[in-house]
């Protein structure tokens, strides 16, 4: 394949040929633009200076001669016949600046919280990474991310949980890969974690709970377990959401007055029973308006709903006495102080999910009402109750009976 090289110039963004001083073209007029040279259907900048123009239009033209001679071989000489421009290469601080602006944030319109893990794994990432350009990132660099993000620490010096670790490697793989980098290590290089089991509460330890818990406290609990709500869920109901007659609850988004969105987007009504209804009516008599049904004590959103469910915890002797959490910005063990791991609202909600599997709802009704968006996710809810159920505890009975048929008395 033949290719030419031509000398452009590009004045006020329009190119053209450029003015010469003689009819054999070695000797430019000086006029006030950038110089190209137009390869192969590709444009290079070579700059303002005349002379330099002309010396690079000469110096690719030299090369491509040496290729039609096959004094050079074509693989050797691509890279120079394409060099990859200054300005079409990317570089990972514009490709992330792009990516969490006008990129796949704004397109998925993601929530803050997204955002939030994004931009902090991304952060993350360019401080293992120190390359300059997209172009150059390869495997190695996220094998080196994988044990950086190891190494890393949380806020009371505790090694991130490889949940976490998993998660923001997740999320950068994620943005390379709108950038076409994929595949760059293969699947069984990529950071593991263990999957936490998911655990709901015995009714009788939540009896026994709400035994110690004020009237405004067993609303908050009541409330939970009833409607199966995430914590930013209950945090921000209001309500005019609550609709005492026909007994439903509404979740949807509140971006203008909270800058608080739905996870996955489901708007969802959840039915109240009338246990609930009746303890709401009586909570809205005490708390009157239409503001939130759970404020904080400056009438904002209450993030803190959680510490609800560990002070009663702790009251009601149930904390495992094991743990240790930061209580009044001391480290305190969970016997003394309410810090407990095991008493968590999101608990709460797949107690709801375990309670509704023992009365045998049907499935696709607990996956709608929980607002999960994917039937995998519902079913890790319901298989933590499965040794519970009577029928395995029948199953588990009868295999060991097997062997005790054949005991000799
Ligand atoms: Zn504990």
Redesign the pocket.
């Given at each position: 394949m033949i290719r030419t090289v031509s000398l452009w110039i590009r004045i006020n963004g329009k190119f053209s040929q450029p003015l010469y001083k003689d009819d054999k073209q070695t000797r430019l007029k000086p006029q006030d633009g950038e110089y190209y040279l137009r390869c192969a259907g590709k444009w290079y900048p070579v700059g303002n200076d005349p002379l330099l123009a002309l010396d690079a239009k000469a110096a690719k033209e030299k090369l491509l001669r040496a290729v039609e001679r096959g004094t050079v071989a074509e693989s050797e000489a691509l890279p120079h016949l394409n060099p990859p421009t200054e300005e079409t290469r990317l570089t990972v601080e514009s490709a992330i600046n792009t990516y969490m602006t006008t990129g796949k944030a704004a397109q998925k319109d993601w929530r803050k919280h997204t955002r939030q893990c994004y931009t902090l794994a991304l952060k993350l990432f360019t401080e293992s990474c120190q390359k300059t350009y997209v172009d150059e990132i390869d495997g190695d660099d996220l094998r080196v991310f994988k044990v950086f993000l190891r190494k890393q620490k949380t806020s009371i010096g505790k090694y991130i949980d490889p949940r976490t670790v998993y998660n923001h490697f997740l999320n950068t793989v994620s943005f390379l890969n709108t950038y076409k980098l994929r595949d760059l290590i293969s699947q069984n290089e990529w950071p593991t974690y263990e999957e936490k089991k998911v655990v709901a509460y015995d009714p009788e330890v939540l009896a026994h709970l709400l035994q110690f818990a004020d009237v405004d406290e067993t609303d908050v609990l009541e409330f939970f377990l009833g409607v199966n709500f995430r914590n930013g869920e209950g945090a921000h109901v209001e309500w005019p959401d609550i609709n005492l007659r026909t007994k439903e609850v509404k979740v949807y988004s509140k971006r203008e007055r909270y800058d608080w969105q739905v996870k996955d987007s489901e708007q969802r009504n959840i039915g109240i029973n009338d246990k609930l209804a009746e303890r709401l009516a009586a909570r809205h008599l005490r708390h009157p308006g239409n503001g939130l049904v759970f404020p904080n004590s400056h009438g904002n959103p209450d993030t803190h709903l959680l510490r609800i469910i560990k002070n009663v915890a702790l009251r009601a002797g149930l904390?495992?006495?094991?743990?240790v959490g930061t209580h009044q910005r001391k480290r305190m063990s969970?016997a003394e102080a309410p810090?407990?791991?095991?008493w968590i609202l999101h608990t709460m909600r797949k107690t709801w999910a375990s309670f509704q599997d023992r009365i045998h709802t049907d499935f696709a009704t607990i996956q709608t009402e929980l607002g999960h968006s994917s039937p995998a996710t519902t079913r890790k809810y319901l298989a933590a109750q499965d040794h519970n159920s009577p029928r395995r505890r029948q199953q588990i009975n009868a295999a060991a009976a097997l062997l005790d048929t054949l005991k000799v008395e």
């Open positions: 904390n495992c006495g094991q743990c969970c810090v407990c791991r095991k």
